[in-house]
């Protein structure tokens, strides 16, 4: 019986471990645009957050209030998506960094879209190479 849990806490490490790994890949080739999120890049991020939309405007500093007028103003959750991305992209800090640290969030959690949205590959993935390995 010792032999099973030791075997699935090795396991379990070695997970992690992978994991750990792929985080640090994806920090190597991916660098965080500059600037701003343009309006089309914006609207078609509205259709893909429609599950989190309320917590992803949590973290972009929006209060209750204003979420609460989302919803009023708003039938459609892609929509109330949309208005709360387009309202953001009017604040003077609306840029693909703040939106990426947004929704990397450990209350979004949502990592894949920020580096898809936000990020551009960096040299090594378009030559190619793999840096460090």
Known sequence: MFDFWQHLL??????????RLIIQFNALILAVK?????QDELKTLSEQIVGFWEKLAR???FENCEIE??????????DRAW??????SKKPDATYQVLYDALCHRYVKNRLLAS????????????GTTPGF
């Open 83 to 88: 208005e709360m991305l387009f309202k953001w």
């Open 10 to 19: 090795l396991k379990l490490l070695e997970a992690a471990a992978v994991s």
């Open 69 to 78: 007028a989302f919803h009023l103003n708003n039938q459609l959750v892609e």
């Open 34 to 38: 500059e600037g701003s999120p343009s």
């Open 59 to 61: 973290r972009l500093e």
């Open 116 to 127: 898809k949205f936000c990020c551009h590959a960096t040299n090594s993935e378009a030559t």
